[in-house]
Nanobody, 126 residues
């Protein structure tokens, strides 16, 4: 079973940037498609972005397209979410999730991911 741990959250002013990291351990990171999701207070969990195991397929939610960038370094067993031009509505707990790489389709569907981290809080002040 792979373990997932997010880091890099914090408090930032609107217009600022943060980079989240997703560290995988226990199994080879390149076996997995990686996704980022977020959940704001009193809202449903929301898809943010995903990247295939090789990085050749990337997908973003419309709400973050052009502002966020997902990437991964399989040699370091780490994935990233670079968040730029942050807005107050980006405030949420951000989760990294993994699923077997042969499940590269249905990237936005959280039910297809079977390994989740504990989340990291991102707060954007206006």
């Amino acid at each position: 079973q792979v373990q997932v741990a997010e880091s890099g959250g914090g408090l930032v002013q609107a217009g600022g940037s943060l980079r989240l990291s997703c560290a995988a351990s226990g199994r080879t990171f390149s076996l997995y498609t990686m996704g980022w999701f977020r959940q704001a207070l009193r809202k449903e969990r929301e898809y943010v972005a995903a990247i295939s195991w090789s990085g050749d397929r990337i997908d973003y939610a419309d709400s973050v397209q052009g502002r966020f960038a997902i990437s991964r370094d399989n040699a370091q067993n780490t994935g990233y979410l670079q968040m730029n031009s942050l807005k107050p509505e980006d405030t949420a707990v951000y989760y990294c999730a993994l699923k077997p790489r042969f499940l590269a389709s249905d990237m936005p569907d959280p039910t297809t991911y079977n390994s989740w981290g504990q989340g990291t809080q991102v707060t954007v002040s206006s």
